[in-house]
């Protein structure tokens, strides 16, 4: 039996064990790691140092490199998604609807955890307690597979994880990772074994899976996302905004790659935004915006049809006029991704239409495209941030592992007496 194989059963019988157990005990395992990675704090930080001394020297993209290094700061944020995770309500078992089909017949559907999870994703360590923490909250099992850059920080944190579920009484095999490619390329195969793959990564990967497996896949590709600064913009409260959804940090797929300037107030807007941008961003616009800028004595590219389309992850960004909201709306659902676009503007009426019209997972009005994030919208953490439209959008918590199951509870009954002429009428009727 090869590794992958041998991880999927026993996630598999994990699986059964975490989806029977209680909430305190998977709270409980939850409150372990967070005093496991801070008695662990010196070995995990230097098998990051050391990941990221290796990093450098294969020359890992510097947004790459980025992700990787787990500061001091990052470290406390791990902690804090651990305890926001922690708190939130157990949704395990809950009764979703109820509905008396007729006297003594009664259909409860309540909520389950989805099975085995196949996580994949990059070099970010946060990303693996992440998955881990909601996993375990909703009583699923998880094989992990991170990037190679961080090898040695994902398995120093998952020793943490694994002792935290055996200090829990619950089984470690809920959380296991695997470290080759050849072993993802079985994972996938495990129709039997696997419920759902969430891939994190470029959109040509999240394709590659979707092509090459029968499994459900819960999809987060490319952040293509935007800022349109609508003509009846408050010009302070753009800069401002637009500053931070592309610098605050620029390699995360909610960073604003492309932004979109309303034609009458780009003379206006766009110099006082490359003032505010001080030579830190490199500038690519069209034809309109790039006279403006260079006018202005700002530097800037020429736009191509390819970068409306590209995620760049990186301090770079692409700018288009436009002639009002409507085109706008129209370059958006052509070339974003589906993540997260907003509009900054002071009239309700062109707001509520970008609202309505973007066929986006998140669409904002006068905030910075870097909120869409599960621990700032109060999820505790995410699995991923779904550009898809089917079962979870958007950052995805708790909820994004979590099915359901109907229970029909009778006393004897028989679908022959609800058939046929004198056929029993059933009452449907919704119970509290």
Known sequence: MSEANEKAVLAKKAFLAMSISGSKERDRALALIVLEMKKSKAKIIAANEKDVAEAKKNNLAAQLLKRLLLSEEKFSEILHEIEGVKKQPDSVGKTISK??????????????????????????????????????????????????????????????????????????????????????????????????????????????????????????????????????????????????????????????????????????????????????????????????????????????EEDWATEYNDLILSIKTVKGVEEAIEHINRFGSKHTDGIITEDRKNAAKFLQAVDSAGVYWNASTRFADGYRYGKGAEVGISTGKIHARGPSGVEALLSYKYLLKGNGHIVADYSGKKAKKFLHKKLK
């Open 99 to 304: 509905t008396l089909l007729d006297k003594g017949l009664e259909l409860e559907q309540i909520s389950t955890p989805i099975g085995v999870i196949c996580a994949i994703f990059e070099s970010r360590p946060d990303a693996l307690v992440q998955i881990s923490s909601l996993s375990i909250k909703t009583g699923n099992a998880v094989i992990l597979k991170g990037g190679s850059e961080a090898l040695n920080t994902n398995r120093a944190l998952l020793d943490c994880i694994q002792s935290a579920l055996n200090g829990a009484g619950l089984p470690s095999e809920a959380v296991q990772f695997v470290d080759s490619r050849e072993a993802v390329q079985e994972l996938i195969k495990m129709n039997s074994h696997i419920d759902l793959i969430i891939p994190r990564g470029s959109s040509a990967f999240v394709k590659f899976i979707q092509e090459n497996s029968s499994i459900p896949v819960l999809g987060h590709s490319d952040g293509i996302c935007h800022e349109y600064v609508d003509e009846k913009a408050d010009m302070k409260k753009a800069v401002k905004i637009c500053v931070d959804a592309k610098c605050q940090y620029p390699a995360v797929c909610n960073a604003m790659e492309t932004l979109l300037v309303h034609e009458k107030i780009a003379e206006k807007f766009l110099p006082q935004y490359a003032k505010a941008l001080a030579g830190k961003v490199g500038l690519r616009a069209d034809e309109k915006a790039l006279a403006i800028l260079k006018k202005t004595g700002f530097d800037a590219k020429k736009a191509t």
